[in-house]
């Protein structure tokens, strides 16, 4: 079923009936009289530390626990020289499941408590996937759930300015056929569509690579994905190259780019987005995940200067309405009861909704109140989480290091440059093959 997703802030008419929540029941939790642990997690400053330093106070609170975060920029180094010598906190929030399915193979994580995955599929949107995110196979190559997302960010938004699409007489695509359809028109109508930028000092390419991750969700089954990035089909697969040739769609089609594709491979990404605020507007759309409007010119009001809607499927493919993302996950680094109990204070609504209120923050939980987000932005970027089908991690982040940060993000700037999608994925599969 294609469920209709909202566009963004100023589509507020978020129905009260999903706005206000069917509120979940507080979660049990023991009393633990002042045991001390750690909890562990890469948020180092500013409203972050805060807003999760205010969620670890309401587990003490509720628990007599004397729990303390302790937040690190290496984290991902730390964790495992901590672990190696047998000193790893109790709980630690890994920035993507890479690192904590490689500490689980080794005997560093301890699996969830039984029944947290049918938990997870009944109170977080595509439970389901998030459960495959968490689960990564033991010592013994036996699949187990170690991971408990918390805190995740959104890459299937574009961005928009309404009285763009006001005084052309445009409106919000609703399927990736009218959205393929809304370019065409721009163009016949003497406009551009598209500001695209994939520039990025060293790591040039990156933002490429996150177009065709989200071409892959609207063209082919998840599953799909998922053997793609654990290379279980070659990179050179008929499927990945359908997904390259899709974003070279909006890449090479004459008149569809700003500045043509030469100018996409030469444009940083933070400046990509500019083009949406000129007068005439040099373009009309932009795709980027939820952290780009920090690069919007000062004083911009989301949702009223700029707003974003879902990147959307295709009807015709009946896929549903998969997402692109990232966040942290917590695990059991250190077994103890505290440990434990602070897992389970994750489902509580409770813990959500305190950082949900300050900024930053997005959750899948289906049982927080909306009301809780700090703003309409978050509440609208919120929404699309909750109507998603399917979540899929940043793929690229999700292979060696080697292909996901090197030979994919510089076949991408040779595909917008002149190569084909065809050599470009032969040319990887031959760089993942000799790893």
């Known amino acids: 079923m294609h469920k209709k997703l909202l566009a963004g802030a100023s589509a507020l008419a978020l129905s009260l009936a999903l706005a206000a929540p069917a509120f979940a029941q507080a979660v049990e939790l023991p009393d633990l009289n002042g045991e001390e642990f750690t909890i562990f997690g890469p948020w180092v400053g500013g409203v972050e530390i805060e807003s999760f330093t205010a969620v670890v106070d309401a587990f003490n609170e509720r628990t ?47 699996p969830l408590p039984e029944g947290s995955g049918d938990w997870i ?38 961005w928009y300015v309404p009285d763009n699409f006001a005084d052309a007489g445009y409106e919000v695509p609703e399927t990736m056929e ?66 390259i040739d899709t974003f070279g769609t909006f890449v090479k089609t004459e008149g569809w780019a700003a500045g043509g594709a030469q100018a996409v491979g030469t444009t940083d990404f933070r400046d990509s987005p500019a083009g949406l605020f000129q007068v005439p507007p040099q373009c009309y759309m932009h795709r980027q995940a939820s952290f780009i409007s920090a ?23 009946d896929l549903g309405n998969p997402v692109l993302g990232a966040g942290t996950l917590a695990a059991i680094t250190n077994d103890t009861p ?10 509580d609504p409770e813990a959500h909704e305190i950082w949900m209120a300050t900024a930053g923050f997005l959750t899948p939980h289906t049982g927080v109140d909306l009301a809780a987000y700090a703003d309409d932005t978050l509440r609208a970027q919120g929404e699309i989480l909750l109507a ?11 292979m060696p290091g080697a292909i996901g940060a090197g030979a994919f993000w510089t076949g991408m700037v040779d595909f917008v440059g002149s190569a084909s999608a065809e050599d470009v994925a032969s040319n990887i599969e031959s760089a993942w093959n000799n790893l």
């Open 338 to 347: 505290g440990a434990r109990a602070f897992m389970d204070f994750l489902k």
């Open 64 to 110: 007599g626990a004397n729990a303390e975060y302790v937040g690190s920029d290496s984290l991902e180094q730390q964790i495992v020289i901590d672990a190696q010598a047998g000193s790893a906190p109790e709980v630690t929030f890994f920035p993507q499941p890479g690192l904590a399915a490689t500490m689980a193979s080794q005997g560093f994580l301890t």
């Open 121 to 158: 599929r009944n109170n977080y949107a595509a439970g389901e996937s998030w459960v495959d995110l968490g689960t990564y196979a033991n010592e013994n190559g036996e699949e187990e759930l170690y991971g408990f997302f918390y805190n995740v960010n959104l890459k299937s938004l574009v």
């Open 295 to 317: 690069f919007f010119p000062e004083g911009t009001e989301l949702g009223v200067d700029a707003d974003f809607f879902y990147f959307p499927s295709y009807a015709e493919k």
């Open 178 to 243: 009218d959205l393929l359809a809304l370019s065409e028109q721009i163009v016949a109508d003497g406009g551009t569509p598209w500001c695209i930028g994939i520039g990025s000092d060293a790591a040039t390419g990156w933002p490429a690579t996150d177009w065709v991750e989200d071409l892959m969700l609207r063209t082919h089954e998840p599953s799909v994905y998922d053997q793609w990035v654990a290379h279980e089909i070659p990179f050179d697969d008929p499927r990945v190259v359908e997904a």
């Open 388 to 398: 998603a089908d399917t979540f899929r991690f940043d793929g690229s982040d999700l």
